[in-house]
Nanobody, 125 residues
Framework: QVQLVESGGGLVQAGGSLRLSCAASGRTFSNDGMGWFRQAPGKEREFVAS????????YYAAFVKGRFTISRDNGKNTVYLQMNSLKPEDTAVYYC??????????????????WGQGTQVTVSS
């Protein structure tokens, strides 16, 4: 069983930065590709970023526009989302997700097997 726990969310002013972390327990990431998704009130869950097991491949949603960076440290069983130049429209619950034994990136929620509980990010004007 894989457990994912997000942290690092909170309240930040527009233009500020946050670094989200997603720590895995129960087992190591092994060959797991990872991703971040978000869901704002009244909106569908949407893809944010994904990273391959090796970290050599990343993929981002268009709205990121160079502001976010996904990275991982397999030795720490942790994936990160560095968010810079935050905007009020980035306000959402951010979820970490893992692809069990599938090393590649994906933007499709149904291709992820395990999900964290989410961490709230609120960006004030």
């Amino acid at each position: 069983q894989v457990q994912l726990v997000e942290s690092g969310g909170g309240l930040v002013q527009a233009g500020g930065s946050l670094r989200l972390s997603c720590a895995a327990s129960g087992r190591t990431f092994s060959n797991d590709g990872m991703g971040w998704f978000r869901q704002a009130p009244g909106k569908e869950r949407e893809f944010v970023a994904s990273i391959s097991w090796s970290g050599g491949s990343t993929y981002y949603a268009a709205f990121v526009k160079g502001r976010f960076t996904i990275s991982r440290d397999n030795g720490k069983n942790t994936v990160y989302l560095q968010m810079n130049s935050l905007k009020p429209e980035d306000t959402a619950v951010y979820y970490c997700a893992a692809r069990y034994g599938r090393a590649t990136t994906s933007s499709q929620a149904h291709e992820f097997d395990y999900w964290g509980q989410g961490t709230q990010v609120t960006v004030s004007s």
